[in-house]
C-alpha cells in the first residue's frame, strides 16, 4: 500500500516515563546449525512504568508496560540492528525448537504472536483486579471498569492520529477520571467487541438502518464490495441481501491482481447504500466516490491497523473493523469504529444486559453508544490485554513498524522469485506499490498444502505458513486455483526468516521435482 494516502505518525513518548537500565535476556539461537550472529545480545537501555493496584490491604506492584523496543532501537549502540532483531526478544513463544530446528514463524495474517507485555497484562488482570466491570461499586470491579474502558480508548487512538500524539504523550496522564473529562476523546465512537467478527455482523444491522431509513425510490439497494473481500466482510452481506432484497455487486481484479477501481469507480449510483473494502490504497478516493452519491463506506483493516497508521479521520471513513489478535494483542476481541453521529442514530444488534436504559416487560430503552452495542459480559481481560499490545505498538512508533515492513516485503517478494516455476500474486513492488509483507503463492505441481507440511516437517526447517483459500474463496475461484500458500511477516521478523524459509521452500521444490 502506498503510504502516500494516509497520514503518518512516529510516537516517541518516552520523556514522562521513568528510565531504568537493565539487561535484557540473551536470545539464544536453537538451532545449532545456523549462526548466532542473526540475532543480538545486548545490554543497553530501556523503560517500564509501574502501576500498583491495592488488593485488601495488600499492595501489589506490576508493570504496565510493553518492553521499551523504542527506546532500544534509538541506543546507537546498536547500529544497524534491524526493528525484528531488536524486538524478538520481546515474544517468548519465538524462542523455542519446532520439529527440531528453530521455529520461524510466518503465518501472521493468521495471527500475530503476543510479546511479554500482553501476557503480563492479562496474568495482572486475573492475579489483581479480576471482576465483572459495569456492575459492581466494589473496588475490584471499579478498577477493572477503568482499565477496560481505558483499553477502548486506547482503540480509538490507534485509529485517529490527529489525537493519537497528543495522548501517547499523556499516556501516564491516562486515568479514567481525567479522560472522561476530555471531550475531545469521543470514545462513544468506539465498540469493543468479544469477537471481530461480531464487528462484521454488527454491519447488518448498518444496512437494516441504512435501508429502512434512506428514500431509495422503490429500487433495491446495492452494496459494493471487491471479490478478494475475507468471508467475514462477504457473509453477512449475503445475509443482509437475503433479509432486504439488497444487490451485491462485486468488483473483480485488474491485470496485476488487485482490485479494480476504475470499475468500482462506475458501479456507484444512487442506489448504492454501502461499499465494503479492505483497507486499499485508494480508500480515500473511494469514501469521496460513495459520499458523493450518498454510500456509507466501511473498510476491513483487519491486515492494515497492525502494520501501519490509519487514520480515521483523514480517511472519513464511515465504519472500520479491525481484529486484536492480528495486533499482537488476545484473541476473542475486536473493534468497530464508526462516526457518532451514525451509531447514535442506529438501533441494538444484540440484546442482553449493560445495552439498556430502562426495561419494562413489553419493551425497552436502550443505552447510548458505545454500550446500546455491546450486549452481555465483555471479553474484559482481552480488552485489556488489547490495551497493552496498543501501548506496546504504539511504542515502537506504527511508522517505524511500516517503513521496515516495506523493506521486508520487497526482500521476501525478491527472493521468492529465485524459487523455480513459482508464481506470487499480486504486483510486483515499485516506485507506485508498496506491497504489504505478505506473499500468496503457487509452485507449479506441487499443492500449498504439501508445500506448508514440508517446510514445516521436513528437512529441519521448522518454517510455519499457511496453505488454503486463506477464507478466500471468491479470489482463489476467480484467480483459478483453490488454494494456495502464504508467508506473512510482522516487524519481528527478520530477513533471516525469510532466508530460512527460501531455504526451506528450494528444497521442497527439489524434492518434490526430483520424481519427475
Ligand atoms: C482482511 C481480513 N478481514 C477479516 C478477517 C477476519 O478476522 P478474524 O480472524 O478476527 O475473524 C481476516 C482474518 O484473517 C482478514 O485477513
Redesign the pocket.
Known amino acids: 500500500m502506498p503510504s502516500s494516502t494516509l497520514t503518518l505518525f512516529n510516537l516517541c513518548c518516552n520523556s514522562i516515563m521513568e528510565t531504568v537500565v537493565h539487561k535484557l535476556p540473551s536470545f539464544k539461537l536453537l538451532n545449532p546449525t545456523s549462526s548466532s550472529s542473526h540475532y543480538c545480545s545486548t545490554t543497553t537501555t530501556t523503560t517500564r512504568n509501574s502501576k500498583s493496584f491495592r488488593v485488601g490491604s495488600r499492595r501489589r506492584s506490576f508493570s504496565i508496560s510493553a518492553s521499551a523496543s523504542a527506546v532500544r532501537e534509538d541506543n546507537p549502540a546498536l547500529g544497524s540492528v534491524s526493528l525484528g532483531h531488536i524486538t524478538r526478544p520481546d515474544f517468548p513463544i519465538l524462542h523455542q525448537e519446532v520439529n527440531g530446528s528453530r521455529l520461524v514463524y510466518l503465518d501472521n ?3 500475530s504472536q503476543k510479546p511479554t507485555a500482553v501476557l503480563n497484562a492479562l496474568q495482572n488482570y486475573y492475579e489483581a483486579y479480576n471482576s465483572n466491570v459495569h456492575r459492581g461499586i466494589h473496588y475490584l470491579s471499579a478498577v477493572g471498569k477503568d482499565e477496560y474502558e481505558l483499553a477502548r480508548k486506547k482503540e480509538r487512538l490507534l485509529s485517529m492520529h490527529r489525537t493519537l500524539e497528543r495522548l501517547f504523550s499523556l499516556r501516564m496522564l491516562l486515568k479514567p477520571s481525567i479522560c472522561n473529562s476530555c471531550d475531545w476523546l469521543d470514545c462513544g465512537s468506539i465498540l469493543l467487541h468479544q ?3 461480531s464487528s ?1 455482523n454488527f454491519s447488518i444491522s448498518i444496512t437494516l438502518w441504512l435501508l429502512t431509513n434512506g428514500t431509495n425510490g422503490g429500487h433495491k439497494a446495492f452494496v459494493i464490495l471487491t471479490i478478494a ?2 468471508h ?2 462477504i457473509v453477512p452481506w449475503q445475509l443482509v441481501a437475503q433479509k432486504t432484497g439488497a444487490i451485491l455487486k462485486f468488483v473483480s481484479l485488474n491485470q496485476d491482481e488487485a482490485p479494480d477501481v476504475d470499475k468500482l469507480r462506475q458501479m456507484f449510483s444512487r442506489k448504492t447504500k454501502i461499499v465494503v473494502v ?1 483497507h486499499v490504497s485508494n480508500t480515500l478516493e473511494i469514501v469521496l466516490w460513495a459520499h458523493d452519491v450518498g454510500a456509507k463506506v466501511l473498510v ?1 483493516a ?2 492494515s491497523v497492525p502494520h501501519m497508521v490509519v487514520n480515521v479521520q483523514s480517511l472519513n471513513v464511515d465504519f472500520l473493523v479491525a ?1 486484536s ?2 495486533m499482537c494483542g488476545p484473541t476473542g476481541v ?1 473493534f468497530l469504529y464508526g462516526k457518532s453521529e451514525l451509531l447514535s442514530a442506529m438501533p441494538p444488534f444484540l440484546g442482553g444486559g449493560e445495552m439498556i436504559s430502562d426495561v419494562f416487560l413489553d419493551h425497552s430503552t436502550y443505552a447510548e453508544p458505545p454500550s446500546r452495542f455491546e450486549a452481555g459480559t465483555p471479553a474484559i481481560g482481552e480488552a485489556i490485554g488489547f490495551g497493552a499490545a496498543i501501548d506496546y505498538l504504539s511504542r515502537l512508533g506504527m511508522q517505524k513498524i511500516h517503513d521496515y515492513e516495506i523493506e521486508l516485503a520487497k526482500y521476501l517478494y525478491e527472493s521468492l522469485l529465485s524459487v523455480p516455476n513459482i508464481h506470487v500474486y499480486g504486483p510486483a513492488p515499485s516506485e507506485n506499490v508498496d506491497r504489504a509483507a505478505l506473499c500468496s503463492f503457487n509452485v507449479e505441481n506441487i499443492h500449498p498444502t504439501d508445500i506448508a507440511t514440508f517446510l514445516d516437517q521436513q528437512f529441519q526447517h521448522g518454517v510455519a505458513i499457511r496453505s488454503g483459500h ?2 478466500a474463496q471468491p479470489l482463489h475461484r476467480h484467480l483459478g486455483v483453490n488454494a494456495s500458500a502464504r508467508a506473512s511477516l510482522h516487524f519481528y521478523n527478520t530477513k533471516e526468516d525469510v532466508d530460512d524459509f527460501i531455504q526451506a521452500l528450494n528444497d521442497t521444490v527439489n524434492f518434490f521435482n526430483s520424481f519427475k
Do not use: L, P, Y
Open positions: 495474517a493468521a495471527t469477537f471481530h467478527i462484521f473481500e475475507h467475514s466482510a479492505h476491513d483487519c491486515q481484529s489478535h492480528k475486536g486463506h477464507c
